[in-house]
T-cell receptor, first 113, second 117 residues
Framework: EPEVTQTPSHQVTQMGQEVILRCVPISNHLYFYWYRQILGQKVEFLVSFYNNEISEKSEIFDDQFSVERPDGSNFTLKIRSTKLEDSAMYFC???????????FGPGTRLTVT | AQTVTQSQPEMSVQEAETVTLSCTYDTSESDYYLFWYKQPPSRQMILVIRQEAYKQQNATENRFSVNFQKAAKSFSLKISDSQLGDAAMYFCAYRSEGGGSNYKLTFGKGTLLTVNP
């Protein structure tokens, strides 16, 4: 069964560094999402992406964040200058169409020191 | 804005028994979707079941069923004949029906289910 994959599974970085989290959505899916979960808190929506542009973003998704689909398979989340409070689990998800279920990847645990 | 509340941080059940996980939500919308996702130790978020708000019939997927009470804004998950593999974190989630681009999921904080042999 096709699944969403994410790399790396765990990323440790120093405050102020740039990180890129990578996702490979399911191949025939058209809508892509990033969510994050700070330890002990809710899973929160960050951004949705369709047709090579952002379709919706939350207030969390400020200028430090960007998303890109650099080729036909990858979907990336970049954090330009990481802060301690960016430490969280980041989940990528994809859906075939906007009314379809979102399928999640296993997440990338980001630790900012 | 919509909110989702899961009031049970942890639950436990004996293998083969039945357990019900609670979820309530707050919305002013009339059309929306509700979901239960499971997150086992492997961390993969797996869709368990989906309910459309316009459907009166409760959704069922094998041993998983929901009790959807639209007026009460309640959406509980019942797991029958619990198995060791059901042990996981369970998240309740809400999604607007659509209109514009609002397809994001709003999650509760989750309920950690332990299954005892």
């Amino acid at each position: 069964e096709p699944e969403v994959t994410q790399t790396p599974s765990h990323q440790v970085t120093q405050m102020g560094q740039e990180v890129i989290l990578r996702c490979v959505p399911i191949s025939n899916h058209l809508y892509f999402y990033w969510y994050r979960q700070i330890l002990g808190q809710k899973v929160e929506f960050l951004v949705s992406f369709y047709n090579n542009e952002i379709s919706e973003k939350s207030e969390i998704f400020d200028d430090q964040f960007s998303v890109e689909r650099p080729d036909g398979s990858n979907f990336t989340l970049k954090i330009r200058s990481t802060k301690l409070e960016d430490s969280a689990m980041y989940f990528c998800a994809s859906s075939q169409d906007r009314d379809y279920e979102q399928y999640f990847g296993p997440g990338t645990r980001l630790t900012v020191t | 804005a919509q909110t989702v509340t899961q009031s049970q941080p942890e639950m436990s059940v004996q293998e083969a028994e039945t357990v019900t996980l609670s979820c309530t939500y707050d919305t002013s919308e009339s059309d929306y979707y509700l979901f239960w996702y499971k997150q086992p130790p492997s961390r993969q978020m797996i869709l368990v079941i989906r309910q459309e708000a316009y459907k009166q019939q409760n959704a069922t997927e094998n041993r998983f069923s929901v009790n959807f009470q639209k007026a009460a804004k309640s959406f509980s998950l019942k797991i029958s004949d619990s198995q060791l593999g059901d042990a996981a974190m369970y998240f309740c989630a809400y999604r607007s029906e659509g209109g514009g681009s609002n397809y994001k999921l709003t999650f509760g904080k989750g309920t950690l289910l332990t299954v005892n042999p």
